[in-house]
């Protein structure tokens, strides 16, 4: 079993900036490949980026050139640095851990929100 555990999710002006984390219960990174999707209100939940077990990163085209998906594999934690948010980026983002193609485990969601 493994959980995930999201924050740095809150209010951001347009244009500016935020880090996520999600630490995982245990070293997982070996094991599963790294995911964080989005949620926005009304819509399906989209993945947002990904990253493999050798460091190979995938991105969804809204936010290639502004977001950015590392780890540090000795905290257990990934991390999604989002910069030039929009308020399109407003969403419910979700840490998970899985294959390439399926997440396996989610964590709770930290919330997203892009206003002025």
């Known amino acids: 079993q493994v959980q995930l555990v999201e924050s740095g999710g809150g209010l951001v002006q347009p244009g500016g900036s935020l880090r996520l984390s999600c630490e995982a219960s245990r070293n997982i990174f070996s094991e599963y490949v790294m995911g964080w999707y989005r949620q926005a209100p009304g819509k399906q939940r989209d993945m947002v980026a990904r990253?493999?077990?050798?460091?190979?990163?995938k991105y969804t085209d809204s936010v290639k050139g502004r977001f950015t998906i590392t780890r540090d594999d000795a905290k257990n934690t990934v991390y999604l640095k989002m910069n030039s948010l929009t308020p399109e980026d407003t969403a419910v983002y979700y840490c998970t851990a899985g294959t390439w193609m399926t997440p396996e485990y989610w964590g709770q969601g930290t919330q997203v929100t892009v206003s002025s």
């Open positions: 990253i493999a077990r050798a460091g190979t990163t």
